[in-house]
């Protein structure tokens, strides 16, 4: 059903808590507009994560593999925390499987895993399937503005690459869409970040090695939204994802994935054009002078 709001967000996302992780602040803030609407796409049901509480272990792919299905109620917690209430499951809930990873190089970067599922989002026979299935929401919902990631998924996994890719395609399609943005972290905002989590009494977990967690050139960037007044809801749903993210409250405010790698939750999250009309310059909102 297209929206009657104004204008329109649409965000594709790989697997359940990356919207949060990367974007939730996003689309916490327009969420609380009423001249906007945010839709979320998830690619996967996120099937092959690492579980990090130990009573919910079994639920993991080499178990009972359930963690699918659980995740679907943890997105839709987030969801609710975000203020967004229109997601959807591309081609249907568990259409497509997460692929899972492999670590790459000295395990910063992510690849292809040697073995896909059948139904696994990166398999290369899945792609013109996929760019249907987006195209269709696309036509429905006619967003000005589209999100996902870089044309390397940020660092590599194949789901994220993926949904790049899918994503890329189905826009070109679509002329009611004018502007595709990856969702990405500056060096520096991210190397300020860090520093505040630097000796920190009490962190649970480790701070990044250099280069360990992805970035790109600040002068790649061309729109950072502050979403500080956001923080509340971007923690409740960082909470509900709990099979995937582990959170401590600081401050200052610290969470990290299985490998136990610290990130700090800044205030500021940035993005990249990718195709479409020019962004205003200094702007801080990406729908700014899009007509």
């Not at 040697?114 to 919902?141: G, I, K, N, Y």
Request: hydrophobic letters at 45%; one cysteine or more.
């Amino acid at each position: 059903m297209t929206s009657l709001a104004r204008r329109r967000l649409l965000l594709v996302h790989a697997h359940p808590d990356d919207e949060t992780l990367t974007t939730g602040g996003t689309m916490a803030r327009y969420a609380a507009d009423p001249d906007t609407s945010v839709t979320l796409v998830t690619c996967t049901l996120g099937e092959q994560g690492e579980v990090i509480p130990p009573e919910l272990a079994l639920l993991g792919p080499d178990d009972a593999d359930q963690l699918g299905g659980y995740r679907v109620g943890e997105l839709a917690r987030a969801c609710a925390a975000l203020g967004v209430t229109d997601h959807r499951f591309l081609g249907g809930t568990g259409r497509w499987r997460d692929s899972g990873m492999a670590l790459a190089g000295h395990g910063v970067r992510a690849t292809v895993p040697e073995h896909l599922h059948p139904r696994a989002l990166a398999s290369p026979d899945a792609l013109a399937d996929q760019v249907d299935a987006l195209t269709t929401v696309l036509e429905a919902v006619a967003p000005q503005v589209v999100v996902t990631y870089a044309a390397d998924g940020g660092y590599g996994h194949p789901d994220h690459v993926r949904a790049h890719e899918i994503a890329a395609a189905a826009v070109r399609r679509v002329p009611a869409v004018r502007r595709l943005y990856a969702a990405v972290v500056g060096r520096a905002t991210l190397d300020a970040g860090v520093k505040t989590l630097a000796d920190v009494p009490g962190l649970p977990f480790r701070l990044p090695a250099p280069d360990e967690l992805p970035t790109v050139p600040d002068e790649t960037i061309t729109v950072r939204l502050d979403v500080a007044d956001r923080r509340a809801a971007r923690l409740a749903a960082l909470r509900a994802h709990r099979t995937q993210v582990a959170l401590w409250a600081g401050p200052p405010v610290a969470y990290a994935m299985s490998n136990g790698v610290a990130q700090p939750l800044i205030d500021v999250e940035e993005f990249t054009l990718l195709a479409g009309e020019p962004d205003a310059p200094g702007a801080d909102d990406l729908f700014a002078g899009v007509g």
